[in-house]
């Protein structure tokens, strides 16, 4: 509070020690909640961060193994889909039930 505004009112001494009470207890129960909130929130990133370091490491032989294999994978499709084509007659009348 304001020396200014405690003055002008004319309060007691005790009035205005109560009044500086009931600030502090106050910006306390504020200061714990945002530090405690905070705190919380600062934790739950450090366990992300811990998390995300305990993952192993991909590295580069690896990711391109991943390519190859995805690479492959497609080829294999593709062939799949020209042998299917190859092999559905041209007049086939029930093709447009499959």
């Known amino acids: 509070m304001d020396l200014k505004k ?3 009112q004319n309060l007691s001494s005790e009035k ?3 009044n500086l009470r009931v600030e502090t207890r106050k910006n ?3 200061n714990n909640e945002v530090i405690g909130r905070e ?5 739950e990133r450090l ?3 811990e998390m995300l370091l305990q993952e192993p490491v991909t590295t580069q032989s690896e990711l391109e193994r991943l390519t190859n294999d995805t690479k492959r994978l497609q080829r294999d499709c593709m062939t799949l ?3 299917l084509k190859m092999n559905t007659p041209a007049d ?5 039930f499959k």
Request: charge should be neutral; glycine fraction near 4%; proline fraction near 0%.
């Open 16 to 18: 205005m020690l109560d």
């Open 39 to 43: 705190l919380n929130d600062k934790r």
């Open 92 to 96: 086939d009348k029930l093709g447009i």
């Open 81 to 83: 889909e020209e042998k």
């Open 28 to 30: 306390r129960e504020l």
């Open 47 to 49: 366990q992300r961060t």
């Open 6 to 8: 405690l003055t002008t």
